[in-house]
């Protein structure tokens, strides 16, 4: 077992953070001011911060101190203990010692991919995906004016559940009858919030779940009520995720085509159908080509396709074939996830680190799916990475042109205010900070999770967050 002792500082977070990546789920003892993980090796470690802001990590034999720039005392600790633990263990991590879900805001702050390796034993390729990514994400948040709001619809149901789903989202096959009141009462929502909002509207997305689950009279019913309450400028970016083919109907399209809606993202996570049906998916991937043909020949010009790596059931050649079909397809937008495991998922963290997908094999078949976009004239406009990835990877969404999305760099980038409706929903309040360019200090204002409670009380929902908003 490992154990790691925290001196001058209680940074257990940070701790833990470095010693998940090498050892699994680690333990805070916080009584005790130490980190313990039982998968580690069997040592004992000291982590100390000195009083001039260096950090120390000692074993038995070995101090590990880096002679380089001091960073703030939270990365420090971590550069100590990643330094020591990437030694002992013979490892090096894709992000080197960087735990955050935002890489790219830490490379905002440097001048080259070189310094992110050098400071933080970022991999090179990772440096430069960082670095790149950043750049593009300030840019098009420039799209974005300050003053502006950005609008979240939320529709948490789905047509069956993908085996390792975490999202809080309703099967409707046992839910159909909440779905109809969902809608109605978000509606409400909409209609209660929508005469206060004096600001202009940037980008708006309509989310799941999969909004597409509604019937068509629902779905059209819900556009409708958006469009009429809310200020949609011809400027404001509308995205409606359209995920699950087997919910994509004509009539859903046209109401989309309607609205002047040209931004759907039609998901097929991977483009084998074995896979596909196995994950509790209930569609094919000639599903996925099919409903897409049937949305660009209705002029839907900006479709995103999500991918997701590491899936189980099958090999990393697989997701790789997976990319090149989509590539095929020519979408605007492709988001390369890969696989992690949340608590609320149905998978096991042992399915999802399969053996077989070990952290080379699924890196390999990453970068090859990134190498394969970028050469088919893709480039990374946004990317985030999750707590518990197990393999320390990333998601990152490509886009050929100009054609990113919004919205996703809005929310991720945490300096824009988002409102969000719908149960589960969480709104955002973004403020400047002095001598912060690109951190905001951020306040939240959660929805209700549980549909049921959300129908019953979504006129208190309204009211405080238009209290939230000073609205
Ligand atoms: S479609 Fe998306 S939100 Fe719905 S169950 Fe599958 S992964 Fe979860």
Same mark, same amino acid.
């Given at each position: 077992m490992l154990e790691v002792i925290l001196k001058g500082h209680d940074k257990f977070y940070g701790v833990s953070d470095v010693v998940r990546m090498f050892c699994g789920v680690p333990e805070e003892l916080k009584d005790e001011g130490k980190v313990i993980a039982p998968? @580690? +090796? $069997?040592l004992r470690l000291i982590n100390e911060l000195l009083d001039d802001g260096r950090s120390v990590t000692y074993s038995d034999d070995k101090a590990y101190e880096y002679k380089g720039e001091l960073l703030e005392p939270g990365r420090e600790i971590k550069r100590s203990l990643y330094m020591a633990l990437s030694d002992i263990t013979s490892k090096k991590m894709p992000? @080197?010692?960087?735990? =955050?879900?935002?890489?790219t805001l830490v490379a905002l #702050?440097?001048?080259?991919?070189d310094d992110l390796e050098e400071?933080? *034993?970022?991999?090179p390729d990772k440096a430069k995906l960082a670095y790149e990514t950043s750049r593009e994400e300030q840019r098009i948040l420039?799209? !974005?004016?300050?003053d502006s709001l950005c609008v979240y619809v939320g529709i +948490? *149901?789905?047509p069956s559940r993908c085996e390792y789903c975490s999202f809080v989202s309703s099967d409707i096959s046992c839910h159909m009858d909440r779905l109809i009141n969902y809608e109605a009462a978000l509606e409400r929502e909409i209609k209660l919030i929508a005469s206060s909002i004096r600001r202009p509207l940037a980008a708006l997305y309509v989310g799941g @779940?999969?909004?597409? !689950?509604?019937?068509d009279k629902e779905f059209t019913s819900l556009l409708n009520c958006i469009y009429s309450n809310l200020k949609i400028s011809p400027e404001c970016e509308v995205t409606v995720e359209? =995920?699950?083919? $087997?919910?994509?109907t004509d009539g859903k399209l046209e109401a989309m085509k309607d609205h002047g809606i040209t931004r759907i993202c039609i998901n097929p996570?991977?483009?084998r159908s074995e896979t596909l049906l196995r994950v509790?998916?209930?569609?094919?991937a000639e599903d996925v080509i099919r409903i897409y043909d049937q949305a660009c020949n209705m002029g839907f010009n900006l479709i995103n396709m999500d991918l997701i790596a590491?899936? +189980? /059931?099958? #090999?990393?050649e697989e997701h790789i074939e997976s990319t090149r079909k989509l590539i095929e397809l020519n979408p605007a937008n492709i988001t390369v996830h890969t696989l992690y495991k949340k608590r609320?998922?149905?998978?096991s963290r042992e399915t999802v680190m $399969?053996?077989?997908?070990?952290r080379g094999t699924l890196d390999e078949c990453v970068a090859e799916s990134y190498k394969l976009l970028e050469e088919a004239g893709y480039h990374p406009y946004y990317m985030y990475r999750q707590k518990d990835t197990g393999h320390g990877l990333e998601n990152t969404g490509f886009a050929k =042109?100009?054609? =990113?999305n919004l919205y996703n760099v809005a929310m991720m980038s945490d300096c824009r205010d988002v409102l969000s409706f719908g149960a589960g929903g969480m709104s955002k309040r973004c403020f400047i900070q002095e001598g912060?360019? /690109?951190?905001h200090r951020v306040e939240r204002c959660p929805t209700i999770k549980d549909v049921l409670t959300y129908i019953e009380r979504v006129e208190e929902m309204a009211e405080k967050k238009i209290r939230f908003f000073g609205m």
């Open positions: 998968e @580690g +090796p $069997d992000w @080197g010692c960087l735990t =955050g879900i935002r890489p #702050e440097e001048k080259s991919p400071k933080y *034993f970022v991999r420039q799209l !974005v004016p300050e +948490p *149901f789905c @779940g999969t909004p597409t !689950v509604l019937q359209a =995920g699950r083919p $087997d919910t994509i996570q991977t483009m509790g998916r209930k569609h094919t590491g899936l +189980p /059931y099958e #090999e990393p609320r998922a149905a998978m $399969d053996k077989n997908k070990t =042109g100009n054609t =990113g912060e360019l /690109y951190k």
